[in-house]
């Protein structure tokens, strides 16, 4: 397999959202229209509905560079490397996050901390972009397509 950029931006595109690190603010910036903001919940879901993943530090890697994951802990976290916590509460994130597109429009942010895990050092933060957003348009490390 050749990891071009055409590649990077084919599997943004084909995750639907894109995500990243914010070590400053301590977040996950996460960018995504609503059907790109969708595939991450249904990531979310598709883990956390498998019972076979119900073990501490089972995990799935997301996204063309898999820095981020979505795992298992025996109570809901978020730092530098993964979203986590019991099946049961990773739905509930989900669903949480389902509930504010539906609610939300385009430029609006949310932090989910609050809901998921309060006492996290790290949160993650969701933007709801417009229809026709690129997720491979936020990765700064693939050379500018050329016209």
């Known amino acids: 397999m050749i990891f071009s950029d055409e590649w990077y931006r084919s599997e943004w595109r ?7 690190l914010d070590e400053v603010s ?16 249904a990531a979310i879901r598709e883990y956390a ?14 996204g ?15 730092d530098d490397h993964w979203i986590a916590g019991p ?7 989900a669903t949480f996050i389902e509930k504010w597109i539906g609610a939300s429009k385009v430029g609006d942010c949310v932090s989910v901390r609050p ?5 996290s050092r790290y949160d993650v933060w969701l933007r709801l972009a417009p229809d026709d957003f690129d997720p491979s348009s936020l990765d700064t490390s693939l050379a500018t397509p050329s016209s």
Request: with cysteine; proline share 3%; glycine share 8%.
């Open 115 to 119: 809901f998921f895990s309060p006492d």
């Open 14 to 20: 084909r995750l639907g959202f894109h995500y990243q």
């Open 87 to 93: 099946l049961s509460e990773l739905l509930g994130l």
């Open 26 to 41: 301590r977040r996950w910036n996460i960018n995504g229209s609503a059907k790109g903001l969708h595939s991450f919940v």
């Open 49 to 62: 509905a498998d019972s076979e993943n119900d073990w501490f530090s089972c995990h799935r890697n997301l």
């Open 64 to 78: 063309p560079h898999e820095y981020l994951e979505i795992g298992t802990w025996s109570s809901a976290i978020i």
